[in-house]
């Protein structure tokens, strides 16, 4: 079973910031946090992992809190394109299978 | 791009014949993993290779599944004697190390469809 809870869906305008927060209060200390996106007939889409620390990349922010219990990707402008499931990972500790779960479907609208 | 390569993009099968996936990882990375897609929910793992050895199956779900990547390369996913079952994406990802703290690219996946 996934590691994580996620909210089902999500709708968010066009230009505003998409927060998706993810649960994951059993998170061993030396595991990631993932997240994955997948747009309709494609592969899952790779955004962004961290640790313990913030991280920030070209796509998107990723918030960890301190206790390491529960995290937020933030989309900063999110597009139309940004319509799809993001999943939210905490990779085994074997440090091989991602475990996905259902993921939250992101709705973006004009 | 030099992505995840996967083939063919689509398969439709009669139940009982044997199929054939491919998939070609990004250059140089080590690490090799298969995926199930089943309509509506998530990927759920397969198996996992690491150059060439098979080093998780776990995920297989019957004997009539088996995976091969002779060469530390190209991977290969057969289906024996297919069922309707069987009918899914299957997904391939390659990472540079097995690593947790590396991420896994996957392909675009094969749709497999059994008749």
């Known amino acids: 079973d996934a590691k994580t809870t996620q909210p089902t869906s999500m709708d968010c305008a066009e230009g505003r910031a998409a927060n998706l927060p993810c649960n994951h209060s059993?998170?061993?200390?030396?595991?990631?946090v993932y997240w994955y996106r997948q747009i309709h007939s494609q592969g899952p889409q790779y955004i962004i992992h961290g640790l313990k620390n913030n991280e920030t990349n070209e796509m998107a922010s990723l918030i960890i809190t301190e206790d390491r219990k529960s995290s937020t990707l933030i989309l900063p402008h999110a597009t139309l394109r940004d319509t799809a499931v993001y999943y939210c990972i905490v990779r085994d500790q074997a440090g091989t299978a991602l475990i996905f779960g259902k993921g939250t479907t992101l709705s973006v609208s004009s | 791009g030099a992505g995840v390569s996967q083939s063919p993009r689509y398969k439709v099968a009669k139940r009982g014949q044997d199929v054939a996936l491919r998939c070609d990882p990004i250059s140089g990375h080590v690490s090799l993993f298969w995926y199930q897609q089943a309509l509506g929910q998530g990927p759920e793992f397969l198996t996992y290779?690491?150059?060439?050895?098979?080093?998780?199956k776990s995920g297989l779900p019957s004997d009539r599944f088996f995976a091969e990547r002779p060469e530390g390369s190209v991977s290969t996913l057969k289906i024996q004697r297919t069922q309707q079952e069987d009918s899914a994406v299957y997904l391939c990802a390659s990472s540079l190390h097995s690593q947790s703290n590396q991420p896994q690219h996957f392909g675009d996946g094969t749709r497999l469809s059994i008749l």
């Open positions: 290779f690491q150059n060439e050895a098979q080093l998780d």
């Open positions: 059993t998170i061993s200390g030396n595991e990631y």
